[in-house]
């Protein structure tokens, strides 16, 4: 089989597993550390939220996109 | 994320658990009618410079009333045993130290006290473009696109400066290139920008995904947006109103991934093989191309060759003219360098449903596969494509119409980037 064949072939493997393993070392997100007091519009442009608000509730923070 | 929604609805419900989303796609827009066709119902917050750092998405991160980050994978599998019966019977951890923050001062501009105070030009710049689609704050003109861009751009070449800079910088030029204020060149230096940022840290899959988004079948690992018109169908089935989508959608967009390009294989004919139709000497029609390379270029672990990219094609009307719609589509032909190969020589742009709008083309091009089992071949870039312009054009209302021609040229040059960090 060529390299090239096999490449194709375990190339998402691959990808799958950089996901697997998130790259922590530059989040500003960090498990075991405060979450950031960053502020960001809402995706509408009607509102803002500051993440440092969230204090004191218990809060699931989903980073996601739509594709 | 419809799983999540639907099963942390009950603590939601109940109040005794918060949601909060962030995207890190440059057009808000397209979640917002994602988030209206799933139903989601928790706040969505944009994120386009990526300013959390994430390397990748999704993530999913617990947060404690201390504002911990709760160590660990969540798993949306597991979330009874993980969320319900773990962690949100856990009591809050001990405050751990505040995350780094590179831009301490990025809040609405009209509450900018703290970021004016820091001197921190890049971190003003960026709060201006982040919120300048927001209700009550400024709007960008031509002269403050400029003036943020210029900041973001020295910023990003100051020595020893992160890569994430330069991956911002490359985002503001998208947002002026999708703006009213729009410079001629914008995509392609947003594409370049990002390209040398994901140089510098490979792994940074967000950075990745932002060029990909526009880049070749060859390097999607999915298509992006080819859910919208779903989205968009079943919505008005129900009676709503979908939100509206404020860019269009291109078509590398909406393309799905593909391991091989197909080989020609349809002989086209050439519109205007003697090169008779008169040229476009008024230039009545901008013809902006943008290059959006494979990011495989930017490792030498892919054995993509490189130059293998998606180029995008701008047909825009200048000095008053204008399509005439009921001339048909332009046509534009291709020729790619001795062995390169691309599916089909002869385009269809998009039509000319309003005259003054700009009719869009995109092809792709790969150039000879290499022989692995042979030493390196000489580099195939740069490299020239060639090609002509066929449309049907009016110089201004009431003016003369007619069958114009216009040749250009793109050039494929290898992305400028730094070595990569080290451990990225």
Same mark, same amino acid.
């Given at each position: 089989m060529r390299l090239s064949t096999t490449l194709a072939l375990i190339g998402p493997l691959l990808i799958e597993s950089v996901h697997a393993n998130q790259d922590w070392s530059v989040s500003l997100v960090q498990p075991g550390e405060a979450l950031p007091a960053l502020v960001l519009p809402t995706i509408d442009g009607k509102a803002t939220v500051d993440?440092?608000?969230?204090?004191g509730k218990k809060v699931l923070l989903i980073q996601f996109a739509s594709w | 994320m419809p799983v999540w929604h639907e099963k942390t609805r009950a603590l939601r419900e109940s109040g005794e658990l918060v949601v909060i989303g962030i995207t890190q796609e440059q057009h808000p827009d397209r979640c917002r009618l994602y988030a209206q066709w799933q139903g989601i119902e928790w706040p969505i917050l944009w994120d386009p410079f990526n300013l959390t750092g994430? @390397? @990748?998405?999704p993530v999913v991160l617990a947060v404690d009333e201390a504002g911990v980050i709760s160590p660990g994978r969540l798993d949306v599998r597991r979330i009874e045993e993980q969320v319900v019966e773990g962690w949100m019977a856990t009591p809050p951890a001990k405050p751990g130290p505040a995350a780094r923050r590179p831009?301490?001062?990025?809040?609405p501009p009209s509450t900018r006290a703290a970021a004016r105070s820091s001197g921190d030009k890049a971190q003003a710049a960026l709060s201006r473009l982040l919120w300048s689609r927001t209700t009550g704050e400024e709007r960008l003109d031509g002269a403050a696109y400029a003036d943020v861009l210029e900041t973001l751009e020295k910023a990003a070449l100051? &020595?020893? @400066? !992160?890569p994430a800079l330069t991956f911002h910088h490359g985002v503001a030029l998208r947002m002026r290139y999708d703006s009213e204020h729009r410079r001629t060149g914008d995509f392609q230096r947003a594409l370049d920008a990002w390209m040398a940022a994901l140089g510098r840290r490979p792994s940074q899959y967000i950075w990745r995904r932002r060029i990909q988004q526009w880049g070749p079948r060859l390097d999607? &690992? $999915? &298509?992006? $947006? !080819?859910?919208v018109e779903e989205a968009q169908t079943t919505l008005i089935a129900a009676g709503s109103v979908p939100h509206p989508i404020q860019i269009p959608l291109s078509g590398a967009e909406l393309a799905s991934g593909t391991r091989e390009i197909p080989i020609r294989n349809i002989q086209n004919i050439h519109p205007d093989p003697e090169a008779a139709l008169k040229r476009d000497s008024k230039h009545l029609i901008e013809l902006e191309s943008t290059v959006c390379l494979h990011t495989g270029v930017t490792s030498k672990r892919v054995r993509e060759p490189a130059g293998s990219s998606r180029i995008h094609l701008v047909l825009r009307p200048t000095n008053g003219a204008h399509f005439e719609p009921a001339a048909g589509p332009a046509k534009i032909w291709i020729d790619v360098p001795s062995g390169w190969n691309t599916p089909r020589q002869l385009l269809t742009a998009t039509s000319p449903t309003d005259p003054d709008a700009a009719l869009l083309a995109e092809f792709e091009v790969r150039p000879p596969q290499p022989d692995l089992t042979k030493p390196p071949a000489s580099p195939t870039l740069p490299a020239t494509i060639r090609g002509t312009a066929f449309y049907f054009v009016c110089e201004d209302e009431g003016g003369e119409c007619q069958f114009l021609a216009q040749d250009f040229e793109i050039l494929i040059r290898a992305p400028q980037f730094d070595p990569p960090e080290s451990g990225k």
């Open positions: 993440l440092a608000d969230l204090r | 994430s @390397a @990748a998405v831009y301490p001062g990025i809040v100051a &020595p020893e @400066a !992160d999607k &690992p $999915y &298509p992006f $947006y !080819d859910w």
